[in-house]
C-alpha cells in the first residue's frame, strides 16, 4: 500500500470526485467522511480503496455533496438513507452484519458518560 500512497496517477479525470466514508456503528453517531478529493486524489482515493478490497460503489451526486464536506465530519442528515443504502450492500457485499440492522449499535461513550452524571446527581 505505501506505493500507492507515494504516487500519483498520471492519467486521471480532473473531474472525478471520491469520497471514502468509516462508519463504527455508534449510537448518535453517523458516518464520518475519511478522506475527501478531486481528480488525482481522487484516483488515488480509489487505487487504494482497490488494492485493500474495500467495495466501491459510484453515485455521481452523492459524491458531490459529500465532497462540501471536511474530512472527519459527519455526514448530514439530509444524506442518510442514500449512505445507509450504499453501507447496506458494502456489508452485505463482505458479508459482514449491519450495525444497527443485524446486530445492535455499540454505546456512545460521550453519552454514556452523560447518563452517569445525571444517575450520579439524581443519587445525590
Do not use: C, W
Amino acid at each position: 500500500m505505501s506505493d500507492i500512497k507515494k504516487k500519483l496517477p498520471e492519467h486521471f479525470d480532473p473531474d472525478q470526485i471520491a469520497v471514502a466514508l468509516k462508519y463504527d456503528g455508534i449510537e448518535d453517531k453517523a458516518p464520518e467522511i475519511l478522506a475527501s478529493g478531486h481528480g488525482a486524489v481522487a484516483e488515488q482515493i480509489l487505487q487504494i480503496a482497490f488494492a485493500e478490497g474495500v467495495k466501491v460503489r459510484e453515485d455521481a451526486d452523492l459524491a458531490q455533496i459529500l465532497s462540501l464536506l471536511d474530512v472527519g465530519e459527519e455526514i448530514p442528515i439530509e444524506a442518510f438513507a442514500t449512505v445507509a443504502e450504499i453501507l447496506s450492500y458494502v456489508y452485505q457485499a463482505n458479508g459482514q452484519p449491519f450495525p444497527g440492522v443485524d446486530t445492535p449499535l455499540k454505546p456512545n461513550p460521550d453519552t454514556m458518560l452523560d447518563s452517569l452524571d445525571e444517575e450520579e446527581k439524581n443519587t445525590e
